[in-house]
Every structure is written in C-alpha cells, then in structure tokens.
C-alpha cells in the first residue's frame, strides 16, 4: 500500500484530531454507497480505511514512523544481529549460509548441519540440558531440514465486505500478488487459509497462505457485536416539532419517525438492522444528536430569549 500518510493527505506532524478528520472527510467522500457507478471507488474505500488503521491508532503509528511495520501493518524484517555478508535469501525472506568442511559436504565445523542445529537451538529448547533421552525438535526429511513453508499476512476489510463477502488483492511478502475471496460474514481475528499458496522449496510440499483478517473502522457505523450503533444529527426543529428522517443502514437506508420534544441523546432501536447472524440478526441503535445552524442566526437568538423568558427550566435541577 501507498505511504498511509500520502493516502490521507495529511504531513507526518499531523495531529490525531488532524488524521482524524482528513479519514472522515475521504471515507464519506469515497464511500461505495456514494459513489455506486465508479467501479474503483471501493479499492480507494478500502485503502483510506487502511491508511487510517495505521497512522490512526498512535501505537501503530509510532511503530511505521519507527520503520517497524509498512504500509500494510506487516513487520519489516530489520536483519539479526551480527549478521554478515554472504547469505543466501531462504524461505520467510530469512538469511541463511552454508560452507563445506573438511569432512566433506553437508557438514559445518566437523559436525553433521542436524549435530550443528540441534547443538544450536535444541539445547536451548531443552533448557540447555543434553540431548539423551529427549526428542529431536526438528524434523529431517531425505536428509534435509523440515522447514515451515506457511505465509502469514494481514488483511483489512471494510464493515460492507464483511458483511457481504467479495475479493480483495493481497500482496505476498514474496512480492506476489493474489485475488482472494472474503467470505460473507468473515469477523475480526479470523483466519482464511489458502492451501499452497505459501512458499516453495525443493522436495517439500507447497505451505499455505494464512491470511487474519481485521474490519476497518466505518466512518458512521460503531461494531457492538451482533450490533451495529450510529449517532444521527437532526435540527432543532426536527427534534421540536418531530418529523422523518432517513437513517443509513448495511443496506438500503430507513426512515425513522422523531416523535415531537426529542432530547439530543436519545436513542431508538431498528431490530434486525445490524450485523446479519444465523437465527437473528443484530440491531441498529440510532442516537439522536441535536445540531444547531453554523453562525449566528439572530432570529433564532430573539426566539431562543423570548421563550426563555416565558418558559424558564433547568435540565440539570437533579445534580445539584
């Protein structure tokens, strides 16, 4: 993925309340509701909720300006210490070297590469204890080293793909590229596993490709469970005088009746609307937000006076 920064548009010394408002702003602009005849729109949806996943959460932010994760979320391979020149890139994109000795190929120092690697990481696995009467903790197959051919990566998805399943492209840390399927209610922290899409190498069979899958923050949807809450602006007359109103919802948009004297806070519930489920769906909870008209508006002002000095009350007589 492009710099999350770049993305978002916004300078690296932006402030969170800055990378904040920038996501909503590209989020509502780009959103595939929005946007139903432009085929690219939810590939541009999907990686502003990914930039905003990265530079939007501080830690994951500090760890990409640190260089420790990309783009993607994936950490950047940073080398082992002490490592010299020579390597070979192995499976995992991990470094390995080998040399002959004297005693003929295959051997490092004398001693056999399954001696040399068990005497390595066996004894440390063991507690450094010896080797009598313990197993071999590593597999050796025709002679050679069983290795871990699986691939493991991150993939972001949005709530709708989530909800309804599609394809995404997922870059390989190989470099490669593949279209993968989501499958219609995937959750966050569920894996999909594609079998030999992993790594190869001779005289092994193929690894897998396990891919974890995270749902993107959605710019007017909050995740509760099987729930799905929105905060939805009305006017004041609206809340006064009680009116329709459309609300968004997964699918196509709902009207909801505001009964007259609705205080900014309530909340209403849409059963069924929230996120589908075997045997029944979850609800959608709509909280009213009260907004007033930017700038001054002297009429309201005089009105807002009059009917103060004819009504007077105090909302907040019980705090004390």
Do not use: C
């Amino acid at each position: 993925m492009r710099d999350p920064y770049e993305v978002l548009g916004v300078p690296r010394s932006a402030s969170a309340a800055a990378i904040k408002s920038a996501y909503r702003k590209l989020a509502k602009k780009h959103h595939p509701d929005s946007n139903k005849n432009d085929p690219k729109a939810a590939a541009r949806f999907s990686e502003i909720n990914s930039a905003n996943e990265i530079i939007g959460d501080e830690d994951k932010r500090k760890q990409f300006d640190r260089g420790e994760i990309d783009g993607d979320g994936k950490p950047r391979f940073q080398g082992f210490p002490g490592g010299g020149a020579g390597g070979r890139a192995g499976p995992g994109g991990f470094e390995y070297s080998f040399r002959s000795a004297p005693g003929g190929s295959g051997t490092m120092g004398g001693g056999s590469f399954e001696d040399i690697l068990n005497s390595m990481f066996g004894n440390a696995a063991r507690g450094g204890g010896g080797r009598a009467g313990r197993a071999n903790p590593f597999e050796f197959e025709g002679g050679g080293v069983g290795v871990d051919l699986d691939l493991s990566v991150a993939m972001t998805v949005s709530l709708e793909e989530a909800v309804n399943g599609g394809e995404k492209r997922v870059r390989l840390p190989t470099g490669r590229e593949l279209n993968v399927k989501i499958p219609a209610g995937v959750t966050a922290g569920q894996q999909i596993r594609l079998k030999g899409q992993g790594e190869t190498a001779p005289g092994h069979p193929p690894g897998d490709l396990l891919i974890t899958v995270s749902i993107a923050p959605h710019p007017f949807f909050k995740v509760d469970g099987n729930d799905l809450r929105i905060d939805l602006s009305i006017t004041l007359y609206e809340a006064v005088l009680g009116g329709k109103v459309r609300v968004p919802t997964l699918g196509s948009a709902v009207e909801l009746s505001i009964p007259k004297n609705t205080s900014s806070g309530r909340t209403f519930r849409l059963k069924g609307k929230g996120l589908p489920k075997a045997g029944a769906s979850g609800d959608l909870y709509v909280t009213t937000r009260i907004i007033l008209p930017d700038g001054n508006d002297a009429d309201l002002e005089a009105l807002m006076q009059t009917w103060r000095e004819r009504h007077p009350y105090n909302p907040r007589g019980d705090l004390g």
